[in-house]
């Protein structure tokens, strides 16, 4: 004890003067916290030391590799198949993994997606797939690999024993200050996409207002980490940086994004899905396919665009949802609930900007409020042109004081601000 608690201290020492410290360091430190040997406020210094000073490539790739080696590490092998995940850092309206999940099965490759909850304003993906009545989560991993031998895939919640140091030390990152440092970040993330065992991961990496990374540079350096970290470790990876300057899709709840996803799957539907959601979910579904398939983009684009129009895609959405537990019939009952009050423009103009973070909390405390099918409906994009009193978002079971917040969220300036694409860059 006394020996691994001096080894800790020069360790920490050495950081905090700027030395890098050898991988087979920083693995034994988190061995050695896992234990107990290493204390708590040594590991906090840790973590502190290398916030201010960043990380060498090195230290994250060990980091990393502790964290994977803490817990279980799946295996698909007996699929026979290269599998595929998606992560998205977080966004309000981003229901992508319930559309992609199903639309990639259903052109071949399997998918197996392990899923988090909500986290401050962002919404999480087994938070909005609980809301379907019957539908099981918590699938062991034995579970998980017979829904994908026999559906294509399944979206399970990423359970405590997938990088239990990850969680550990997060906690104390979260107490002692240590949450924004980029390497801390990546080997958190891709540790447990690691332990999901996919062979192949595509990051969607949120910037702007609603996203946890705010600047593109922010952004870009985080999606090069991940990619690089997950590469190292032997899997394939791409990241995309896309747009999250306001909501992604129209609906932001639980259950109401189980409905924007339902309606972009409906095929034939294509115009009643939002552009800025179809396209995003292309752009995820195609990198998805193509770096499973090793075929090129446009091949991609034109499998997923087949499979939505032909009804596989939706077809896989019910498969995979009745292979949960879930209840297919409630899926296809779903709509918003009532009341609703619309919070209309305060005047007349362009809509410059929009409080996606306060959208993104209000959203959970109407949800909070009026259970599952409650949530804001958005009915004006930015760059639109709106008029003193036009409809700018939908509230759906909160209250007339929600509907006024809702509007106080936007500005509305005189002239439309320049389009913004919803795919800014692709590194990897
Ligand atoms: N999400 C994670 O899983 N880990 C982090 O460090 C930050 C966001």
Do not use: N
Not at 61 to 73: E, F, K, M, N
Not at 178 to 202: F, N, R
Not at 342 to 364: F, K, S
């Amino acid at each position: 004890m006394e020996e691994s608690s001096a080894f800790a201290r020069r360790a920490i020492e050495r950081k905090r003067d700027g030395l890098a410290l050898a991988a087979g360091e920083v693995e034994a430190f988190v061995r050695g916290y896992l234990a107990d040997d290493v204390l708590e406020e040594q590991m906090a210094s840790l973590l502190m030391a290398g916030c201010i000073r960043g990380w060498s490539d090195g230290e994250i790739d060990a980091l990393t590799r502790a964290y994977v080696a803490s817990g279980r590490v799946l295996s698909f092998a007996q699929l026979a198949r290269r599998t595929v995940d998606k992560h998205s850092t977080g966004g309000v309206g981003d229901a992508v993994s319930l559309a992609v999940v199903p639309w990639v099965a259903a052109c071949g490759v399997p998918v197996v997606k392990l899923s988090g909850r909500a986290l401050a304003h962002t919404g999480g993906t087994i938070d909005k797939l609980e809301t379907i009545p019957g539908l099981r989560t918590a699938l062991s991993p034995e579970e998980l690999s017979s829904i994908v031998a026999s559906v294509g895939c399944a979206i399970g919640a990423a359970g405590p024993e997938l990088a239990p140091a990850d969680k550990r030390i997060y906690a104390l990152r979260d107490r002692c200050g240590s949450v924004p440092s980029m390497g801390l970040i990546a080997a958190s993330v891709v540790s447990k996409k690691l332990a999901g065992g996919a062979d192949a991961i595509v990051f969607d990496v949120k910037v702007g207002a609603g996203a946890f990374m705010r600047t593109r540079a922010e952004a870009a350096e985080l999606a090069r980490t991940m990619v690089g970290l997950a590469r190292r470790a032997g899997r394939s990876a791409v990241a995309l940086l896309t747009d999250m300057e306001e909501p992604l899709g129209t609906r932001i709840g639980t259950g109401l994004e189980i409905v924007e996803a339902l309606e972009f799957l409906r095929a034939g539907a294509a115009s009643a899905s939002d552009a800025r959601f179809a396209a995003c979910c292309e752009a995820v579904a195609s990198a998805m396919l193509s770096l499973a398939l090793g075929v090129p983009d446009e091949q991609a684009v034109r499998m997923l665009r087949e499979a939505r129009a032909s009804g596989a895609a939706l077809a896989r959405f019910e498969a995979m949802i009745r292979a949960q537990g879930g209840d297919w019939a409630s899926v296809l009952r779903m709509a918003p609930c009532a009341p609703s009050f619309d919070a209309a423009a305060l005047r007349a103009g362009y809509l410059v900007r929009a409080d996606v973070v306060g959208l993104g909390e209000l959203a959970r405390e109407v949800v909070a409020a009026g259970g599952p099918l409650a949530g804001l409906q958005v009915r004006a994009r930015i760059g639109d042109r709106v008029e003193a009193g036009s409809p700018l978002v939908r509230v759906h079971g909160g209250s007339a004081a929600h509907a006024l917040r809702a509007a106080e969220l936007f500005e509305i300036g005189a002239s439309a601000p320049p389009p913004r694409p919803i795919v800014y860059e692709r590194i990897g």
